[in-house]
């Protein structure tokens, strides 16, 4: 590789990761400068990159053919936005335009990130980098709770007092974020594993090196994510661990023991010890007080139920059978929603809080599917590399995808977490980094 072209792709890289890390900072890029930004930053990258590979004669990414078909499914849902923008199907043609930028945004992203970090010191230095985007957030939003502050990244917070929400406007998108990091972290903590036995020589190693920051990152992560308050979202961290690490244990025989107290500590640790002094108890709290169904007694509401949501989802599902075919265009549902709540619905809801049925409603049926096939085949490549007993590496990076994929699919079943740029973003990435797990390649031969 010459000097020059050597040079444009570190510095394509640079800018991948700085904008990976930029994404969160302005509210979740949820403002339309900051899509906009997004789009033509990553389409000018994805354009170099491109560039450059029409000048090499050989390529050496393995990881671009499992990846290809994946791309091309991101693409499909991208041309059925563009017909519902083109045909008139859409109930708002200015959001599905913006939409279909981001979803282009989204798939350059995509394949952009395979394309850059197929090597191993690169898949390792992205995972870092998105384990840091995280810790700092995770430091950022308890700083600003602790310490009574309470400011995003450049406006003091209007909503949320008394928890932790980073850059976001909202706690359930920290979570989400946290919870795509944590496990891309804790991924990372077992593909570094060295296989040395359990000694008290190795302690001092264990208490400085690299693995020990990395343990102090988790850390950091999971006070935050315990102090959002997020219910669904401290429910999806602890779901993905205890099914993709269950799922490890069992996989890896000849370390059962070893990788069970590793996870395990992940729950005792971290929870059991320092996240009691950092709210674990009103999250609790929380947990139990949460009502599906007022409490009536002698005609009287004595206990009101305190989520909407399953109303809204009843409203939003009738909504979803109108048009289940085609939908009402891709981002339309703030748009064409209002028309079908009722009386008991008092609150404005521009989200459906659940994005599956947001999906569905916004993309129909069709573009559902396609999203849908997108994430199985990532989910497939993860869990493949998960698999893989020749290498601690790929199963270790095949589990931090895993988790992070899984854990932000069992929060969008009661939010809107990949509506919001930078977390379906960090999604996209998790599902490259999915790819790569199983299809990156070893710098050197020495390379386990």
Request: charged letters at 15%.
């Amino acid at each position: 590789m010459s000097q020059a072209r050597s040079s444009l792709e570190s510095a394509l890289i640079f800018f991948t990761l700085a904008l990976l890390v930029w994404l969160p900072l302005p509210i979740g890029s949820n403002s339309d400068w900051a899509k906009a930004l997004f789009c033509v930053i990553i389409t000018l990258l994805t354009g170099l990159w491109a560039a450059m590979q029409l000048n090499k004669s050989t390529t050496h990414n393995r990881a671009l053919k499992p990846a290809i078909p994946l791309f091309v499914l991101l693409l499909a849902t991208q041309a059925w936005v563009a017909l519902q923008w083109g045909l008139g199907i859409t109930t708002d043609a200015g959001t599905t335009l913006q939409n279909l930028m981001l979803g282009l945004g989204y798939s350059f992203l995509f394949i952009l990130v395979v394309g850059l970090f197929h090597t191993r010191k690169r898949l390792t230095l992205l995972i870092s980098v998105l384990v840091v985007s995280g810790t700092l957030q995770a430091f950022h939003g308890t700083l600003m709770t602790l310490s009574g502050l309470e400011w995003l990244l450049f406006e003091p917070k209007q909503h949320y007092h008394g928890v932790a929400t980073g850059t976001y406007v909202n706690r359930n998108h920290l979570a989400g974020y946290l919870v795509m990091t944590l496990g891309l972290g804790i991924g990372l903590l077992m593909a570094l594993r060295d296989g040395a036995p359990l000694r008290w020589r190795n302690l001092l190693e264990m208490l400085m090196g690299p693995k020990a920051r990395l343990r102090l990152a988790l850390v950091i992560m999971v006070i935050a994510l315990v102090m959002t308050r997020s219910r669904m979202g401290n429910t999806a961290f602890f779901a993905s661990l205890l099914v993709i690490g269950g799922l490890f244990v069992l996989l890896n025989k000849e370390h059962r023991v070893r990788n069970s107290l590793i996870l395990a500590s992940l729950v005792l640790i971290d929870v059991l010890v320092i996240s009691q002094f950092f709210g674990l108890d009103r999250l609790k709290d929380r947990l139990i007080n949460t009502r599906v169904e007022n409490v009536v007694e002698e005609g009287q509401i004595v206990a009101g139920k305190n989520e909407l949501r399953l109303d809204v989802f009843q409203y939003a599902w009738q909504q979803f059978t109108d048009r289940p075919i085609t939908g009402f265009g891709a981002g339309s549902f703030d748009a064409s929603f209002q028309s079908y709540p009722g009386p008991d619905i008092p609150l404005y809801f521009d989200y459906a809080h659940n994005d599956y049925l947001q999906f569905a409603i916004e993309y129909g049926v069709i573009g559902w599917l396609i999203l849908g096939l997108f994430v199985i085949g990532a989910l497939r490549q993860a869990l493949k590399a998960l698999w893989n007993r020749e290498s601690w590496y790929r199963s270790g990076v095949g589990f931090g995808a895993s988790m992070a994929m899984l854990g932000i699919l069992i929060h969008s079943a009661t939010d809107f977490n990949l509506q919001i740029p930078a977390n379906a973003a960090t999604f996209v990435t998790a599902a490259a980094i999915a790819v790569l797990a199983g299809h990156h390649r070893k710098a050197r031969a020495r390379d386990s």
